[in-house]
């Protein structure tokens, strides 16, 4: 190992002398409380480090110490249920050792090497194996089970493997061609996991949001942007994407947002209880906690780790969601360390890398084949959010976000200041997504494609007959433009607003989602006929059935289906009913 | 005395705005405090911001325009900024360094802090849920405070934040119980007026025991502004984790706060960002927000509440776009309601309290706050709608519903949001209060509160049933 003395402190940046032969990326320990370091320059025989630790107090002169591995996950059985800082301490082990601030040098392995894990064998001796083949299992939590994949670079024979029984995670539970293998595994962090092949997305990430799934709906393996202002929930819609999506595992990066927001997500996802597993959210969630006043190199790197650990349970074969928030402060970590370094700024200061680096962070998400056996599908879904200065979203950060994501959740301050939740807003979302998902959608309910094209066009209309309200008010317009207000009002109402706290409400099924779309769509339907039969229209807005369609929302989406449907069909009923007499009343007037 | 032990140089470089740079002697520590001599043998303080083999460059505090280069020397301390912490600083006046400036006996210390604290765990955090009773409506009823939390207020210049700060401070309490309380004041680069309202405030209520006051005014070195948010904490943090006491800190002005940072920025030569603010300063208010909170297992709890001017009334502006993305919410001064004679004038639209759903309802208020809340926001927007609307149409050809809400929204603002200064509502007189406005709208209107609780607080059924 080298050791060289340093040369230069400036906050989080060290340069280091005497270091030639260390290469970039590789860790270092930095000064006399071996901090922990990352060598981001080579110059000659200096190297430039990023310190993910504080540096008040540091020396010039004190030593360098050079570790020859890249910056790296540890992956293996621990990992579920825990929470690392943004190098994968594990913070809650540290409270335990030096109590509740975070000091620096303090040193903890990322899993616990005492704990022993069940393993239970899938191959005997003399088995053939490659990367990526199952070697065997621990139910880590009641509903992770998680394999031991044979590592990547390591194939041949299987020489020996152990039998059923406890192992820690660096016991040997495999001899392969001569190798012996544990459970603990390494990988560089910066460095993207491998697979087979990459697949376009053909099924949804069903989040349990109807503005997402039915109005823009997100494919698995997807990559998706929340951008938001402060105050217009976008935390509160991050933690719906977390708690109720389909995703098997959830990485939640808080990366230097708030502390008590992280504490508040720690502790609602240990209370509440997965509807599809009956288990509490936390035993198949990982949590990395990077807060805004934890040092700003280790943010930068919080990323990286957790999108690592999402890829490592990709490989096993799950459905795995990664959310970021926020990649705006993982984006001015970058622009701090990159004022450091004098490197010659971009836009606002921010580096001239900023886009490719945040395409790095995106692009390691996907649909993918994976390698080993038994043959499995994996994928890795993102979803970052974006905090532009003053919700202008012409900023940087938004804008190279905009380039690399297919599809954009923008949530609208004044949808927040109405208290229309999810506040995100329907004229300026979008997916590239759609077209692929369209016929899993049609599986569901064939006019899907209709009802989706009818509501974003009604409320397309609204929004251009918006401006003309305002000056004359909604009475004076014509009778099929007052209507697209009512339709248009219910579609808001009834239908894209949902209260994240109400327990029958926070989760949506597809079908339930496509249930209520009709319920709408046939009032319209059936407005028109009235309409064009010579129904006033006050008297539309006089029905009692449009309060029925105003609560059809509180129908309890743990309803088995079939008597959900049930009672969507007496509802259809009602609305056909009410319309109908209508109708009569006019005719026999005539 | 040889000169391993005293660490000092001569050599000095040059001088420049706040920055010296010196000579590097060995053992120069990033980060440390150093002492400038001047031939006059006054001494300022400095702190070591680069440090390379060849030179140090040292940020003074109070500038270096009369720092001699020939004569001065420079003293390494050797350690980083820390001041004195003990129970004896309540009930006195310190300035932005954290020394006494009340001519009071030194304080004896029980132990040294770094300003900078270190981070709190955020796996040892507990989500902050215990409601603090304010005695102002506005807040009680509509952005509730909780122990731990972080609740700014942006105001305007000319508006009556610091007579609210004030209101605050003297009937801020936790319902139901009698615990050890304290007040931590840091006045910013406040004009001294401002600061002694607060001294004079807490003295003539006899609350000036419970407070420590670290004052750091406009005539004060700015680059001392920027340790004097920290030294408060430092102070708060003492009394929270090492005594057992719930703190509230007050801080004003974070406004110059910010351009203390921002100038100091510039004297560096550092890539600006956003109007001239450096680009570091999200991380750095949050390493100032981010020392409240409360933690699992200890009685005391820091709750902070920063005031800033935004300027030109500007929300979007960086100084209060970024403490918003940091802070649990914010309450927004309105200009339009001080110059309606509305006191405290809380724009309710634009205030928000993200931590208020933990620390309300049932057993910590009442069931029926919740609902209340809602209930007034939503009605209240509506009523400011049809207000806008009626500039356009005229009153004349609204409907009698609206009528209601147009007469809901001015009650609401004269008889809720407006409260004397020195005026105490408890939290059931805050939504009686709240009741009796509600029942201005038809009661079909009501659609966010529970039924129930129509029946048991609406005034037409309260007076049936008495």
Redesign the interface.
Known sequence: MLKGRI????GPVV?A?DMRGVSVYEVVEVGNERLIGEVIGVEGDKAIIQVYE????????EPVYSTGYPLSAELGPGLIGS?FDGIQRP??K??ELI?????KGVKQPSLPRDKKWHFTPLVKQGDKVGPGDYLGYVQETEVVKHYIMVPHGVSGTIEWIASEGDYTVEEPVARISGREVTMLQKWPVRKPRPYREKLEPDKPLITGMRVVDFMFPLGIGGKAAIPG???TGKTVALQSFTKWSHAEITIYI?C?E???????A??SFRKLIDPKTGKPMMERSVFI?N????P?AAREASVFLGVTIGEYFRDMGYNVLVVADSTS?WA??M??IS?RLEEL?GE??FPAYLGSRLASFYERSGYVKVYGNPERMGSLTIIGAV?P????FSEPVTQSTLRIVRALYALDVNLA???HYPAINWLTSYSLYIEKLREWWMQIDPEYPQLREFFSKTLQREAELEELV??V?ADALPVDDRLILEVARMIREDFLQQDA?SLDDAYSPPYKDAWMAHAIKLFYDKAREAIDAGVPFEKIRELKVRERIARMKNIPSTTPREEMKKAFGELYNEIINEFNALIEEVKTRV | MSSLLVRETHKLLRAQGSLLFVE?I???????IIEVELPSGEVKLGQV?????TMTVIQVFGGVSDVDLKRSKVRFRG??LKIPVSIDVLGRILDGLGRPIDKGPPIIPEEYR?I?????????????SEFIETGISAIDGLFSIVR??KLPIFSGSGLPHNRVAAQIVRQARVRGKEEKFAVVFAAIGVPYDDAMFFIDNFRKTGGLEHVVAVINTADAPVIERIATPRVALTIAEHLAWSHDMNVLVVMTDMTFYCEALRELSAARE?????RGYP??M??DL??IY????K??G?KGSVTQMPILTMPDDDI???IP??T???T???IVFSRTMWLKGIYPPIDP??S?SR?M??GIGPGKTREDHHGVF?QL??SY?EGVRLRELSV??GTE?LTPRDRKYLEFADRFEREFINQGEYERRTIEETLDRAWNLLAILPEEELKKVKPEHIKKYHPKYKSLSS
């Open positions: 040369y230069r402190v400036s340069v002398e504080d540096t008040t107090g540091i020396q010039v002169g929470i913070l809650t540290l409270e109590g509740f601030f975070i000091k202002g402060f105050g808080g230097g708030r502390g008590n927001e992280m504490a508040d720690l502790h906690a807060t805004s006043n934890m700003v402060r001015e970590a622009r701090e004022g700024p606002e200061g905090s200065p003053g919700a202008d200041y109405r208290r305002r000056l008010g706290l | 590097t060995p053992g120069v520590k990033y980060g440390e911001i680069d440090a390379s083999k350690e980083t770094d900078n604290g270190e981070p709190l765990n955020p796996a040892s955090r507990l989500p902050p731990g939390q550092e890539v600006p960002g956003r680009g570091y999200y991380t949050a390493t981010e020392r409240a909170g933690v699992a200890r979007t502006h960086p776009d970024l918003g993305y940091i649990e919410g914010q639209l634009m928000l931590l759903k933990d809602m926001i939503s927007a356009i149409v050809s």
